[in-house]
């Protein structure tokens, strides 16, 4: 035993639980990432309770626990209904259930308003419109449709009302500008303008009033629900999102419901206040402020590992250089985000606003937090992950074939687009994976240079320049931290917050995997020897 | 044509070099280039504030300086004016000095004939106190007008404002005045002989809406101390201030009619000198003392030790002293900044920051000193009969190197702190910025991070680098490199909204597995010995270890859970959080600093892992390989040869992830409750620098104190960690060229 101690194997095994804490910790993350945010879309069951006391209660089961002061087990229950019951949540008490059971028509609705609705169908009111349906089930599926047919309507309406409403806020910049340069010389012109602006409103004020007219029609076809206490709810049927039973539902119409939630996820818009619905504009947004910034930091990235590999002389400029992109890398990234107000945001933004849109002012144009300025406030801050990546690879080409090259007549600059550059790319693509991956998760910096939690455009659309670089935007980082810590309703929000963190992981992870294979399958090719 | 090509392959080349080296050394200027940019936004912190004279006037020969009662200028510069005895203003243009408009007080109270003396109380509004004891009060309102041939001229006006008006009354020497809102009015009077009178006016409206006043006059009755030399009220009518000629300074609660009460008699002045001035600074908190050989102070009541609850006046600040007797102090109406003067130069200084801010001398011996609305124009008048109008440019008096690093007392408190607290509801708020919090708490979860981290990342590195089987190691390493892009978002809010809450309900299970999992792995290595010895398991285990170790580490954590509530109901009487409330007087935070310690350690650990993973690779293998030959065994070589080598490279892995600490924002944003609290206690929450410049930057106006303030200390972030980055890369580099291997 003295031996074994000595030899120094238990230290070894001491080692070896320090590594096994750090792998549980990662496993524990991205396990309780995933738990509770595949979960999430499932159709759970609705459970009504029947308590002791004579009461009843109709919800979702989401976690059993011991009462830390009774000791005794009570379950939560996701009861929904925020409007009725005011909360969403609720715990029984284990011992005060009298029965439960699973009815076959509980309805779960998601509301555009107010959070979900569970309760029973009771009937449903339509004016104007026959159904023909026997029972309030089917007559609520074909009122839906009809309902649905009608929105698509008003949608395509929307769509022609933003056009106008783009087309008059250029005609209003315009004149704003024509202004700006001399009220008396182009008058004609803006003569012309205003007739064209009102022209806009005018058609934009009428495709309103159209669009109303049809709501206010279908808005008076309504459902009637009665929640599990009895208590009658009218709920008009544009109101409704999505309505499913969980408790009649067969496994395969589950997978159908999950795929369809995961669809909304991705393509649709966050409604209330971002704790239901889709994250498409902050996955847009994110992949657009990604793809944005690698167009900054790769040159820049590439230009500068090529200075350090293959043109510096070792020596103290060398050293410098070095000393820099490693203090690139570390310095905070906040510190980064200060930077890019003072410098991109308030400096640069300030003096593009007071030279080319002076007449917008005080409104600021680049003034002010955007796309632009946050991408380029990453790339300063990812550019040394690009260089590190670019060095290494350009470091693993064998000097023979640089010398090779060279011997054959060809300058160094050939040399280094036609055999050095095809020959690392994938460590630059490593580099610029990484990055991206850095910058997808990077949140601090952007929260002060640009990102929103709601932005009402997109920064790219259909109107003219297509790409709008002073527009804000959202990002799934930022999502996660306004949706989980800025939120009125923390624990309702929770869920939505699993799956964007689930997201965001998701992305992460696959780019980091990706690059570090490209970056291993590398080493293994031009690595000669070790030892 | 092959000239032609190589002619041109060589221009290429030569302008590729350059663009390259260009690139190069655009990597050093971005860097030089951030905190030149960041330092240049902090910098006008500490530049001098400057005054410039815009205007003088010379007063006609008619208006005599001893006549003069009140003075004042416009915001812009642009016009001045005087009251003389007859309640007359006279405008002047600051342009040529003519005279614009002469505009007599209206409302002149009935049987008054001469203004005995005017006190300004704020917004271009004064109480005339008339011969008769009636006290009327007017505003002074300018205004710019445009004409038809679009020249601007500044119109004048001069009001009554009713509701501050008293009825004549005998004997009165000097007055004060002051609304109560909602109520009606109070007036402070010295009358002949010393003697104090307080008079409420209450106002009540009966249903027509008829306004009756009624009069409560009390005379103070306290025995005074000396004669009575400065007096002065707050700007709500609750407190009197009263200073005597050998240095004592009073204090009167006035704010119930009928009722005054004496607060505090203290002395004011070492060596019994008489208070010749006193003002309140804005806020209405503490009161500017100066006496009568230029010394100036602050004062505001304390809660002291062995007064019990009541507070007493204390002096607080000691402001730069005046060369001759304090003649006059007037309060800055939208700071904490102090004018005061001795009757040839005016002081400005902050009272907070306790800095000097200007020093402005006028021609000649001063008679009259007023201060525009904004607080940002000086006008005094001068025994010469001339009025100079001074713009001032004060960017931000309340900072200095001490309010940033140093105690600092406000008001409010019973003795000087570091505090953190930029910004309140109300104008009048002190602001408090003091850095110290901020770096440590820094430096707390900074600490707690790497208490947490180095020893996990140094020990796992060790044990991936030297006796982890090559094969899992290809394996191993990349699930690290994978946790390294794990975005901190998504920690900070695992951290906030998951963990804490977890641990929240069984803390001591944190407790509990430090010491059972340590206590778990010495059993295991016990028994491992006999399976060693026993099996020919060693064969397979060598270099697998840790995954033995998993269900070891996974059990231990278990156990702890379990015992958790046992531990809590023997030990501490089934409530910790109590016990620790009561017995150590530690209140518990949710987001605490264990929380950040796990999150903000799991953030670095696989930092420092990786380049101190790096640098115990690297060393050479004939060492191992010479070592082992000469029968050590493993662990002594890993220990006693690899590691000592490896030295300076695991050094600056860990300064790295030090760097990496200090800085990260989000982690500490979200998973602590971001209060600027000074505490070493592991169950207290903290804000650090990099999650106040995220909390507060939002919200901070371009150019303000603030925004500057939060530069400052994004500059002190990156000096601290490039200071750190490069040390940490000097040794890196010296490191590598001796061992060779990039």
């Known amino acids: 035993m003295k031996r074994f101690w000595k030899t120094g194997e238990p230290y070894v095994l001491a080692t070896g639980a320090a590594l096994a804490i750090v792998l549980v910790m990662t496993l524990t993350l991205v396990i309780t990432v995933m738990s509770n945010g595949l979960g999430y879309f499932w159709p759970r069951e609705l459970v009504r309770f029947e308590m002791k006391d004579g009461s009843f209660a109709l919800g979702q089961i989401t976690q059993h626990e011991k009462n830390p002061v009774s000791g005794l087990r009570r379950l939560q229950l996701k009861v929904a209904n925020r409007d009725v019951l005011g909360q969403d949540f609720r715990w029984i008490e284990e011992k005060d259930i009298a029965s439960r059971s699973l009815p076959a028509d509980a309805v779960l609705l998601e509301r555009r308003e107010h959070g979900n ?37 008003t949608r395509a309406i929307k769509k022609q009302m933003s056009g106008l409403n783009h087309t008059a806020e250029q005609l209003r910049l315009k004149l704003l500008k024509l202004e700006y340069r001399g009220k008396e010389k182009n008058a004609a012109a803006i003569a012309a303008l205003t007739a064209d602006r009102e022209k ?75 704790t239901e619905g889709g994250l498409f504009p902050a996955i847009f947004g994110t992949i657009m402020m990604v793809l944005l910034m690698s167009v900054f930091s790769l040159p ?58 002076p007449e917008r002012l005080p409104t600021p144009t680049f003034g002010t937090g955007g796309i632009l300025w946050s991408s380029l406030t990453l790339a300063l801050l990812t550019v040394p992950v690009v260089i590190v990546a670019t060095e290494e690879s350009l470091a693993s080409i064998p000097k023979g074939i640089r010398e090779g090259s060279l011997a054959l007549g060809a300058t160094k600059f050939q040399t280094l687009t036609k055999i050095l550059l095809p020959m690392a790319t994938p460590g630059i693509m490593t580099g610029l994976i990484l990055s991206m991956a850095r910058a997808a998760g990077e949140v601090a910096p952007l929260m002060i240079v640009g990102v929103v939690k709601l932005a009402p455009t997109l920064p790219f659309d259909m109107n003219f320049p297509f790409f709008h670089m002073d527009r804000k935007f959202m990002h799934l980082g930022f999502h996660i931290y306004d949706v989980g810590f800025q939120s009125p309703n923390v624990e309702a929000a929770k869920p939505m917050v699993y799956v964007t963190t689930m997201l965001l992981l998701a992305i992460v992870i696959v780019a980091s995997s990706v690059a570090i294979y490209l970056r291993n399958r590398m080493r293994g090719k031009y690595t000669t020897s070790t030892f | 044509m092959a000239k032609k090509f190589i002619d041109k392959s060589r221009r290429n080349d030569r302008l590729a070099e350059l663009l390259i080296r260009i690139g190069g050394i655009m990597v050093i200027i971005s860097v030089v280039w951030i905190l030149v940019m960041i330092s240049r936004v902090a910098l006008p912190l500490f530049y001098p504030p400057s005054a410039k004279m815009t205007a003088t006037v010379q007063l006609p020969a008619a208006l005599p300086a001893g006549k003069i009662l009140a003075i004042g200028a416009e915001e812009g510069q642009q016009g001045a004016f005087v009251l003389d005895e007859s309640g007359s203003f006279h405008f002047f243009k600051a342009s040529d000095g ?120 009390t005379e103070i009755a306290d025995p005074l101390p000396g004669r009575l030399t400065a007096l002065t009220v707050d700007s709500k009518g609750h407190y009197l201030y009263a200073g005597t000629d050998n240095g004592w300074l009073l204090r009167w609660d006035v704010s119930e009619p009928g009722q005054v009460r004496l607060l505090d008699t203290v002395q004011a002045s070492e060596e019994r000198r008489a208070v010749t001035s006193l003002a309140l600074v804005l806020g209405d908190m503490s009161v500017a003392v100066g006496d009568a050989k230029g010394t100036l102070s602050t004062w505001f009541p304390v809660t002291l030790a062995g007064t019990g609850e009541d507070k007493r006046l204390t002096r607080i600040h000691r402001l730069r002293p005046n060369h001759g007797t304090v003649s006059v102090i007037i309060p800055s109406p939208r700071d904490k900044t102090l004018f005061s003067g001795d009757g040839t130069e005016i002081h400005v200084d902050h009272m907070t920051s306790e800095r000097n801010l200007l020093t402005i001398k006028p021609g000649a011996a001063m008679v009259q000193t007023a201060l ?77 991070a790497m208490l947490f981290a180095v020893p996990l990342a140094l020990l796992a590195a060790l044990y991936t680098s030297q006796f982890m089987s090559p094969k899992l190691k290809g394996r191993v390493k990349p699930v690290v490199e994978i946790m390294a ?42 028994f491992w010995k006999r399976i060693r010895t026993a099996s020919p398991l060693q064969r397979i285990t060598r270099g697998h270890e840790f995954v033995a170790m998993i269900p070891v580490v996974l059990i231990g954590i278990y156990c702890a859970y379990l015992l958790n509530g046992v531990a809590e109901t023997t030990l501490f009487a089934g409530d910790f959080k109590q016990w620790l409330y009561s017995s150590l007087g530690v209140r518990y935070d949710q987001r605490n600093s264990i929380i950040i310690a796990i999150a903000l350690g799991f953030a670095v650990i696989p930092i420092i892992f990786t380049i101190a993973e790096d640098a115990i690779s690297n060393v050479p293998r004939n060492l191992t390989a010479a070592s082992l030959a000469l029968g050590a065994s493993r662990w002594q070589t890993a220990w006693r040869v690899v590691l000592p080598s490896a030295l300076p490279g695991v050094f600056s892995a860990v300064m790295i992830g030090f760097g990496r600490a200090i800085g990260e924002t989000m982690i500490v944003l979200m998973a602590t409750g971001n209060t600027p609290i000074m505490s070493w206690s592991l169950f207290n929450g903290l804000r650090s620098l990099s999650a106040n410049i995220a909390v507060e930057i939002p919200e901070a106006p371009l150019d303000g104190s603030l925004y500057r303030v939060l530069f400052l200390s994004a500059v002190l972030l990156f000096v601290f960690t490039f200071i750190i980055n490069t040390v940490a890369e000097a040794l890196r580099q010296r490191f590598r060229k001796k061992y060779g291997r990039y």
């Open chain 2, 372 to 448: 525009s609305p904004k607080g940002n124009t000086l006008t005094v008048l001068d025994s010469n009969r001339t009025m100079t109008v001074w713009k001032m440019d004060i960017p931000h008096p309340e900072i200095s190197f001490g309010t940033l690093f140093t105690k600092v007392w406000y008001e409010g408190y019973d003795r000087p702190e570091y505090s953190w607290q930029s910004s309140a509801a109300n104008d009048d708020f002190e602001p408090k910025m003091s850095l110290v919090p901020l770096v440590f708490g820094t430096i707390k979860a900074t600490l707690c």
């Open chain 1, 200 to 274: 806009a409103l005018a058609e934009f004020t009428s495709l309103n009033e159209k669009s109303s007219a049809t709501l206010a029609g279908i808005n008076l076809i309504t459902a009637q629900f009665s929640d599990v206490s009895g208590g009658g709810k009218d709920i008009a049927l544009t109101e409704i999102v999505a309505l499913q039973s969980p408790n009649s539902m067969s496994f395969f119409a589950k997978c159908g419901a999950y795929l369809e939630r995961v669809r909304e996820l991705l393509l649709d818009d966050p409604r209330e206040s971002n």
């Open chain 2, 485 to 526: 892009a794990i975005p901190s978002v998504v920690i900070g809010f695992l951290a906030g909204l998951w963990l804490a809450p977890l641990i929240d309900k069984s803390i001591l299970t944190v407790f509990l597995t430090v010491v059972i999992v340590p206590v778990m792995l010495l059993v295991t290595i016990f």
């Open chain 1, 117 to 153: 609705y569970f309760g029973f169908l009771k009937g449903v009111t339509a004016e104007g419109v026959t159904l023909t349906g026997a029972t309030p089930q089917e007559q609520l599926h074909q009122a839906l449709k009809l309902v649905a047919a009608k929105l698509d309507d």
């Open chain 1, 300 to 357: 820049f990235g590439v230009i500068a590992a090529i200075y350090l590999r293959e043109y510096a002389r070792d020596g103290w400029m060398t050293r410098m250089v070095r000393i820099a992109v490693n203090n690139l890398a570390g310095v905070p990234s906040i510190v980064y985000g200060v930077f890019g107000l003072g410098f991109f945001v308030y400096g640069l933004g300030g003096s593009i606003d007071s030279l080319f849109f």
């Open chain 2, 98 to 217: 003519s005279v614009a408009a002469s505009i007599k007080t209206p409302a002149v109270p009935s049987g008054a004939a001469r203004v005995v003396s005017a006190e300004y109380t704020g917004k271009s509004a004064y109480n005339l106190l008339w011969d008769n004891g009636a006290i009327s009060s007017v505003a002074v309102a300018f205004a710019s007008v445009k004409d038809a041939e679009g020249k601007v001229t500044l119109a004048q006006d001069v009001s009554s404002q009713d509701d501050l008006s008293f009825p004549p009354s005998g004997g009165v020497l000097q007055s004060s005045a002051r609304r109560i809102e909602g109520k009606g009015a109070v007036r402070i009077d010295r009358l002949a002989g010393d003697h104090l009178r307080v008079t409420h006016q209450l106002v009540e409206k009966d249903l027509l809406e008829n306004e009756k006043r009624t009069n409560t006059s």
